[in-house]
């Protein structure tokens, strides 16, 4: 490397770094290497000489510097930022003009006219080729947008580097159609199956929607599907409810009847009787009404022809049907589901009678604790009323 490039390099890097605006995302010095990378490897293919080798990686290393003046003409910027640069480093006339005429290759609509153009147009759209041209390519979207230049939308964008990869680039060298070409169609196909997915994807939501919109029934069948699970939800909710209620009142009389009543023969003990009653009788009208609410109701279980020609009984539920004849349920059946108003007759009917099971059972669960609470309350009242008044003696105080 001669000193001169070393000393571009080095200003080329401190340039980039310093003095461009961060929202260059895609124009920055990742790019200025990779185009410089690109630009050596082409070298090393066509073996070119020392003096076209120096003037093409200058180009390389100085193309994008105008973008830390502005992004419109920034190649006429560049060639400015190089002159100035090459100038003070005593280059030779001819050299800055190739260098100069070799950036201004890079303008995107340029046509190629010697190899050293050539060489710098493909190692620029390098990328084009690569495993990363995905993510530099959003890089590149993402700058736009920050900049205020354009805004697309994934779909535009996508559409427009199809645009770009068909219609509008091509590899001009040996080297980048036998290295990089098969990078790049791979690149153009993955978004082409994109672009065909996302419609595919966008279709489907298309006939998705209409389908809703045709199919009202849908929502019914939602609304009633719901309400049915949170009906459920509230029952087991209430059956463990009561029997928790059910638990702890057993464990209670359990101790008390094991504990508590041996001892109320003795006289010294007496007091003791009146809490230990009232608290096992609350107790025992806590566990009757947990049973209560737990207790399933027996139904007839059975319905004739006539029921369901009249729209009279409830099919859904297994306690009209569990001692019929498996003929005359499946006839039933057939009956029930040919008529669609019938079907939601009788979900209304499985929603109606389980809602008044429900407040059947949550208005026991009411009472029962409401007697739990005021029998452990009374009792404890009680007791400490008997201590302090008999003192433990059996005898008043």
Same mark, same amino acid.
């Given at each position: ?132 041209? +995905? ?5 590149? &979207?993402?700058?736009? !947008? /920050?900049? $205020? *230049? =354009? #805004? ?69 069948? +939602? ?5 049915? &699970?949170?009906?459920? !939800? /509230?029952? $087991? *909710? =209430? #059956? ?158």
């Amino acid at each position: 490397m001669t000193n001169l490039l070393k000393s571009v390099e080095s200003f080329v890097h401190q340039l980039l770094t310093q003095e461009l605006d961060e929202r260059f995302l895609y124009h920055n010095m990742s790019h200025t290497l990779r185009v410089v990378q690109s630009t050596k490897d082409l070298i090393d293919h066509y073996a070119l000489s020392k003096e076209h080798s120096e003037a093409l990686l200058l180009a390389a290393w100085l193309h994008d510097t105008g973008y830390s003046k502005s992004v419109a003409d920034h190649e006429k910027h560049s060639c400015d930022i190089a002159r100035d640069f090459l100038g003070s480093q005593k280059a030779k006339p001819e050299l800055i003009e190739k260098v100069c005429g070799i950036i201004t290759a890079t303008m995107r609509y340029h046509k190629p006219e010697t190899l050293e153009e050539e060489i710098i147009r493909d190692a620029d759209s390098s990328h084009l080729g690569s495993k990363e041209f +995905t993510g530099i390519s959003e890089r590149l &979207r993402e700058e736009l !947008k /920050l900049l $205020d *230049i =354009a #805004d697309y939308n994934s779909d535009q964008w996508r559409a427009a580097n199809i645009e770009m990869l068909e219609k509008e680039h091509r590899y001009n060298t040996d080297y980048a159609i036998e290295h990089w070409q098969a990078g790049k169609d791979i690149n153009l196909q993955k978004l082409i199956k994109e672009r065909k997915g996302e419609k595919k994807l966008r279709k489907k939501e298309q006939l998705k929607a209409q389908y809703k919109q045709e199919n009202p029934e849908r929502g019914v069948q +939602t609304l009633f599907r719901v309400t049915m &699970r949170n009906h459920m !939800k /509230l029952s $087991d *909710i =209430a #059956d463990t409810k009561a029997n928790i209620l059910l638990s702890v009142n057993a464990i209670i009389l359990s101790l008390v009847i094991s504990n508590l009543l041996p001892k109320l023969d003795t006289p010294s003990n007496y007091y003791l009787i009146l809490p230990t009653v009232i608290f096992c009788i609350f107790s025992i009208a806590s566990m009757i009404l947990s049973v209560m609410a737990t207790r399933p109701n027996v139904t007839s279980g059975a319905f004739s022809r006539e029921d369901v020609k009249k729209k009279k009984v409830n099919l859904l539920f297994f306690g009209n049907f569990h001692k019929m004849d498996l003929n005359e349920f499946k006839w039933a059946m057939g009956e029930l589901v040919k008529d669609q108003s019938y079907v939601y007759d009788s979900l209304t009917m499985d929603l109606y009678y389980l809602g008044l099971v429900l407040n059947r059972k949550y208005k026991l669960l009411r009472w029962t604790y409401t007697i739990f609470i005021i029998g452990m309350v009374l009792s404890v009242l009680v007791f400490f009323l008997a201590l302090t008044l008999y003192g433990g003696s059996g005898i008043p105080v």
